[in-house]
């Protein structure tokens, strides 16, 4: 599944639990959810906005998605060094039977 997700905390949040629910009822074992989630897992991950409770609430909501869809984010390698991200907002969630399939991926 690909995502691109606005930024309002309430489009977010309603996308979130639309996966959460499209995921507890297929059987599907491998799941990957890829892309742009416009949200960040800690505050070190912002760059150049100060952290606000709004954030504070969207970075908690976010590793609670992540945890209740029972997903495990791919490390991320920077190939190009010259493109400097101010957040990082994209992402590789996966399944443990995914990871289980494809090992080592990064």
């Not at 800690?42 to 909501?61: A, F, H, M, Q």
């Not at 289980?100 to 990064?106: A, T, Y």
Request: overall charge neutral; proline content about 2%.
């Amino acid at each position: 599944m690909n995502v691109y997700l606005l930024c309002g905390n309430k489009d977010k949040f309603r996308m979130w639990e639309e996966i959460e629910l499209i995921k507890s009822v297929h059987t599907y074992k491998i799941w990957y959810v890829l892309g742009n989630f416009n949200a960040v897992r800690i505050p070190s991950e912002r760059k150049g906005l100060s952290i606000v409770s709004n954030t504070t609430i969207d970075i908690k909501r976010f590793n609670e998605f992540i945890e209740n869809s029972e997903l495990l984010e791919i490390p991320f390698i920077h190939i190009d060094r010259t493109i400097q991200s101010k957040s990082r907002l994209d992402r590789v969630l996966v399944t443990d039977e995914w990871l289980q399939q494809w090992l080592g991926c990064k």
